[in-house]
């Protein structure tokens, strides 16, 4: 079944430019233009407007690209329900965060101790791609951090839980030891318990060097706006989206830091404090849109509930 050349249509209207949709379909754009003139001649109308030098889709060429997916879907599903009868198939996975790959880790011999046949494809991107990728359908399901289910369709995510987001210090800070600084009642405490008040976050830790999440995460938003309420504006030492590196810096006393609860790790030097009132995200099993799942694929989603389920 050829359907490359609806992937050309595709391709030229994502990319807005031939020169760069040729290089990303490894074409030449002679044959790529060529075919295009032909295709418009054939429909009696053209697919795209020169302007401002871009290719912009006209509504014929609007019908066009939205026939062309809806094709392309039906392909790709025809060849997973044909591989499905032999228990063969392939699913895409995103996650944004540790607490996805440690799940995957889990669930992916489970799933391969039934269906040995099935090869699973893990992508780890930023929360902004994935919500891209999986609206694009170009994922099958994503394990998601996020603030909240939007923009997903209703029906489209499972709440798997509610991941308190913890504040962490190194071990050795002064806060954690004899010559802690006094807390916002006025006393001094040693070694204080793992809860660490709002205010108190300003006051102590208001100095600090700190180590933030990049822009547009989920950890960065709710930080961002945790800031706001306190009226405070933190020296960051560092923006990142490395869990790893933010705990490593943060063990060797570079700043302090916002981790999930999944990312704890108890080999650093590191001690974990909740908020009062606690900060929270949402951890996500998001399916891609028009995805009729086989007995294989419902059996890995159930997998994945599962797993939180016991977690929890």
């Known amino acids: 079944m050829d359907t490359r050349y609806l992937t050309y249509i595709l391709t030229i209207a994502e990319e807005r430019n031939m020169t760069r949709a040729a290089k990303k379909l490894y074409v030449s754009q002679s044959s790529l233009s060529q075919y295009l003139t032909r295709l418009e001649q054939e429909l009696g109308t053209p697919l795209f407007l020169r302007t401002r030098g871009e290719l912009v889709l006209t509504p014929a060429g609007e019908l066009y690209a939205q026939a062309a997916k809806k094709v392309l879907e039906i392909k790709k599903q025809l060849c997973k329900d044909i591989a499905a009868l032999d228990h063969r198939g392939h699913i895409t996975v995103g996650v944004t965060s540790q607490f996805g790959l440690a799940a995957?880790?889990?669930?992916?011999?489970?799933?391969?101790?039934?269906?040995?046949?099935?090869?699973?494809?893990?992508?780890?991107?930023?929360?902004?791609?994935?919500?891209?990728?999986?609206?694009e359908?170009?994922?099958?399901l994503g394990l998601i951090a996020a603030n909240s289910v939007s923009p997903f369709s209703p029906g489209q995510t499972d709440l798997l839980r509610r991941e308190e987001v913890l504040f962490a210090v190194c071990s050795s800070h002064p806060y954690n030891g004899k010559d802690s600084p006094?807390?916002?009642?006025?006393?001094?405490?040693?070694?204080?318990?793992?809860?660490?008040?709002?205010?108190?976050l300003k006051t102590v830790f208001g100095g600090e060097n700190f180590l933030l999440s990049r822009q547009g995460s989920t950890l960065r938003v709710?930080?961002?706006?945790?800031?706001?309420?306190?009226?405070?504006?933190?020296?960051a030492v560092c923006e990142t989206n490395s869990v790893l590196a933010n705990l490593?810096?943060?063990?060797?006393g570079i700043g302090v830091t916002f981790i999930g609860e999944s990312c704890?790790?108890?080999?650093?030097?590191?001690?974990?404090?909740?908020?009062?009132?606690?900060?929270?995200?949402?951890?996500?099993?998001?399916?891609?849109?028009?995805?009729r799942l086989n007995e294989a694929e419902e059996h890995f989603c159930d997998l994945i509930r599962e797993y939180f389920s016991a977690e929890s």
């Open 264 to 291: 704890k790790n108890s080999a650093e030097p590191v001690t974990y404090y909740s908020l009062d009132p606690p900060l929270s995200r949402l951890n996500l099993l998001v399916r891609r849109k028009n995805w």
């Open 222 to 235: 709710l930080t961002d706006q945790l800031f706001e309420e306190l009226d405070f504006s933190p020296s």
């Open 248 to 252: 490593g810096m943060t063990a060797r």
């Open 182 to 200: 006094p807390l916002s009642g006025g006393s001094a405490q040693k070694n204080p318990p793992g809860i660490l008040s709002r205010r108190d």
């Open 104 to 135: 995957l880790t889990e669930v992916i011999p489970r799933f391969n101790a039934i269906f040995p046949d099935y090869r699973i494809e893990i992508t780890e991107q930023g929360l902004p791609s994935l919500t891209r990728l999986l609206l």
């Open 137 to 140: 359908e170009s994922l099958d």
